[in-house]
């Protein structure tokens, strides 16, 4: 792809101490957020979060109770939407059905009176690869491609800011991560800031540089994909961000590197720098994918010897195969149920239902929490609740046990 003339980079935005209250309600509560140009960055989070409700102040769709909203060093808060540098792609395409391909994306530049809005948007068509259907009509096209011509129109008017609101939310599942990669590479091209509304957790860690995930009207964790998923500081994060096994008990015992803390009768080691939490009653977790499953014992000096955690031993009560991997819901008396993802490297399960086993993971792998036994409690309860609500996100495991 060239990029031509889309070569300018987007403005930065600012948003300092956001409030928006609502009849009954406060959707937002003094958000403060700033997002560098030429970035991409998502608000993720469940619905009723906040995130769209931030999208639309930006846009100038809806006053902030509180605060002020800057793009690119001015402050827009007063701001009619029209006036502002933005410009945004809803779920609903809405293109003008009446108008061919080109029309459309040439529409907005008509309006404004901008020279040769002809050339402008077949230059647009092309970096979205869709100029050979730029004589169709928006029925002639599939989702996919109707989505691009939304994202052409929006892109050719050289927004300093271009929002995205759950844009991929109509396609299917094969097509919308073929979209994914197509946005991120779109937005690598034209160099604008992207704003990206979403509630699902592998389209936010796909397409962004920055995520922030969004809670009741706060943001909860805010960092690139790796380290929100890798180091989640809350259960919240945690459980909606993906799946987590979680296990909560008292510290037995600590060293500058390391944190034991005793779970159901056995005891699990963290490094002390992945442990915000390193006294009293404190929740660690794992994710699923990093556990091994054993159907032996393993030699107790070994296990100290290589820096691994071992739970067990432990029945298999459920067996799900999902594809890529296998999920294994494994029962350890004293501590609850353990999920394990395993990679599906030969035919059938590794283990059956009713089978006796183990399982372990590197000490490395292993995270606590900030929040207090309690709050992770309700936190993962409601990650796991909203996951389940929204359906893209995947159905969040939790192991919660006092020791």
């Not at 159905?395 to 006092?402: E, I």
Request: a negative charge; aromatic letters at 6%; hydrophobic letters at 45%.
């Amino acid at each position: 792809m060239a990029a031509g003339t889309f070569a300018e980079k987007g403005a930065d935005l600012e948003l300092v101490g956001i409030t928006k209250t609502f009849p009954g309600f406060t959707a937002i509560r003094s958000l403060d957020l700033f997002i560098p140009a030429g970035s991409f960055f998502a608000l993720l989070g469940p619905s009723g979060c906040g995130k769209t409700t931030t999208l639309r102040l930006v846009a100038g769709l809806e006053e902030p109770t509180a605060g002020r909203i800057v793009i690119g060093g001015r402050d827009v808060t007063s701001t009619k939407s029209f006036q502002r540098p933005v410009n945004t792609v809803f779920q609903s395409y809405a293109l003008f059905p009446h108008m061919s391909v080109l029309e459309n994306v040439a529409f907005g530049l008509r309006r404004r009176g901008i020279a040769a809005p002809l050339d402008k948007a077949h230059e647009a068509l092309r970096l979205v690869e869709l100029d050979h259907l730029a004589a169709r009509r928006p029925g002639q096209l599939s989702g996919g491609q109707q989505q691009r011509v939304a994202l052409a129109r929006a892109v050719v008017n050289r927004p300093a800011l271009l929002l995205l609101d759950e844009p991929l939310g109509a396609l299917d599942l094969k097509l919308r991560r073929q979209m994914q990669l197509e946005l991120k590479d779109i937005q690598t091209e034209v160099g604008l800031t992207f704003l990206h509304v979403t509630h699902d957790q592998e389209e936010a860690m796909t397409m962004a540089d920055t995520i922030a995930v969004m809670n009741k009207g706060e943001i909860e964790q805010m960092g690139a994909p790796e380290e929100l998923y890798e180091l989640p500081r809350t259960a919240f994060v945690a459980n909606f961000l993906g799946q987590s096994n979680l296990f909560t008990g008292e510290v037995v015992g600590s060293t500058p590197d390391a944190l034991t803390v005793a779970v159901g009768g056995q005891r699990l080691v963290i490094p002390s720098q992945r442990a915000p939490r390193r006294t009293g009653t404190v929740t660690v977790g794992v994710r699923p994918e990093k556990l091994l499953l054993l159907t032996s014992e393993p030699d107790a000096g070994s296990v100290t010897a290589s820096g691994t955690n071992t739970l067990g031993p432990g029945r298999v009560i459920d067996v799900s195969f999902s594809g890529v991997s296998t999920q294994y819901t494994i029962s350890v008396p004293g501590v609850g149920d353990v999920i394990v993802f395993a990679q599906n490297m030969v035919f059938g399960p590794v283990v059956h239902v009713g089978a006796e086993v183990w399982v372990s993971w590197n000490v490395e792998h292993g995270f606590g929490l900030e929040d207090s036994p309690e709050e992770a409690a309700a936190g993962a309860a409601e990650a796991a609740a909203a996951a389940g609500a929204d359906g893209d996100v995947a159905t969040s495991a939790l192991t919660t046990v006092r020791g």
